[in-house]
């Protein structure tokens, strides 16, 4: 187990940054937050004030800055931050999570561009690196066994997937790397602040529930929907207070270090539970899975156009199976148990989505 650690994080105020300033504030480490907003930097205070966190004023502290010119503005950072280049470990996880190429350039600007700043500034002062990253790095893998590598450029599902990958290969050997499965809600009180991922199904479900309404002549038990996927496939989620536990965890443990690590579920529910799930909750019934590749039954009237429409929106969730294996892991941080995922978590984590309409009121 490592002395007390006194990191700089990058993404201190993202859904998963929330939860790796629990764990570092609470098992006593000192932390250098990045931010880019006030008031995110606010909601991140309130909360962790919440939880009674931090407790010394020492143990956190922000900085403001442009991360992808971290480089270049070190030298004002320790000028404007009196002790930051006390640091002796970076944590970034800072990223965009947008799946696919905007006008801006992102996922791509931020996902490599911090990683190259951030690289070359490990040149000139040696930190421990973590790094998270993410276990779809893979690509689209259809049910086989992923292990904890570095991949060769995969078949990629999206420009999200391709930046992390790309990223990954600039920290290889330099830095921890740690492949967080798919992430969702807090395992006991469902919280969540970034509804992508699992919840696109759930969201998608919700308002085709809405959509229906009363639609008269449909009978939502019998929408006769064939999904061209397999249903013994799995979707990788992982509740985010595991993922950080696990990643401070690793980080902890010097014996740990450079290494890839799944951070994923080593029971995640398969398509076919999955689906059960969306059903029992919004009332619908008659989607089936056909198998991978089977052809689209075309929608044959208004109604199962509109079905079909949000479907679409969750084939992509099935469409990709990778397995994951967990050796490293294991062999590191065993003995932290993962939450299981159930019926009532799924309940959870999607009354939760729904009271802050997934995002759209106000986390
Ligand atoms: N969510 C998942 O399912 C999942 C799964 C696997 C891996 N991951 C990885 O986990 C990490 C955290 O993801 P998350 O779900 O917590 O995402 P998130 O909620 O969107 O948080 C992203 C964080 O990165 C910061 N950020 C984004 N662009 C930036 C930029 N150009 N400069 C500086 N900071 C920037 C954001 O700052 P603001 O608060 O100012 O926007 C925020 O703090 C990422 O590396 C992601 O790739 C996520």
């Keep these: 187990m490592s002395d007390s650690m006194n990191v ?36 991140t205070i309130r909360f962790l004030s919440g939880l009674g966190l931090p407790r010394s004023a020492e143990a956190l502290k922000w900085f403001k800055g442009g991360i992808l010119e971290a480089d270049d503005q070190w030298g004002q950072w320790v000028e404007e931050y009196p002790g930051i280049d006390e640091v ?17 350039g992102e996922p791509l600007k931020t996902n490599l561009g911090s990683t190259i700043t951030l690289r070359k500034l490990i040149d000139r002062i ?22 904890e590598v570095n991949h060769p450029r995969g078949d990629f599902v999206n420009v999200y997937e391709e930046s992390k990958w790309e990223a990954e290969q600039l920290w290889i050997d330099k830095a921890t790397i740690l492949r967080p499965g ?32 009363d639609a008269e002549g449909l009978d939502r038990l019998n929408l006769n929907i064939d999904i061209p996927a397999n249903p013994d496939g799995v979707t990788n989620v992982v509740p985010v207070d595991y993922v950080a536990k696990a990643v401070v965890s690793v980080m902890e443990r010097p014996e740990c270090h450079k290494k890839i690590y799944h951070i994923t579920h080593p029971a995640p529910p398969t398509h076919e539970w999955t689906l059960s799930q969306v059903c029992r909750r919004f009332k ?37 199976n990778p397995v994951f294996d967990r050796s490293n892991t294991d062999r590191a941080i065993g003995d932290l148990a993962v939450p299981p995922v159930t019926s009532s978590f799924v309940d959870k984590i999607v009354d939760y989505g729904i009271e802050k309409e997934w995002g759209q009121a106000g986390l």
């Design 126 to 147: 040696p930190l421990k690196v973590h790094v998270i990253s993410t276990a779809y790095v893979c690509g689209l893998v259809q049910g086989k066994l992923v292990k």
């Design 8 to 43: 700089l994080l990058t993404g201190g105020t993202g859904f998963l940054g929330e939860y790796l300033l629990v764990e570092l504030l609470d098992r006593g480490h000192k932390v250098w937050a990045h931010y880019r907003s006030e008031s995110r930097k606010l909601d």
């Design 182 to 213: 798919i992430i969702v809600g807090h395992s006991e009180t469902g919280r969540c602040t970034s509804f992508s991922g699992y919840y696109i199904l759930f969201q998608a479900a919700h308002l085709l529930d809405r959509l229906m309404g």
């Design 284 to 320: 619908v019934g008659g989607l089936r899975f056909a198998g991978a590749g089977a052809p689209f039954t075309q929608p044959r009237n208004r109604i199962e156009r509109m079905v079909w429409r949000q479907m679409q929106t969750i084939l992509l969730h099935f469409a990709n």
């Design 88 to 104: 002796d470990t970076l944590l970034h996880s800072a990223a965009s999570t947008r799946l696919h190429m905007d006008e801006h």
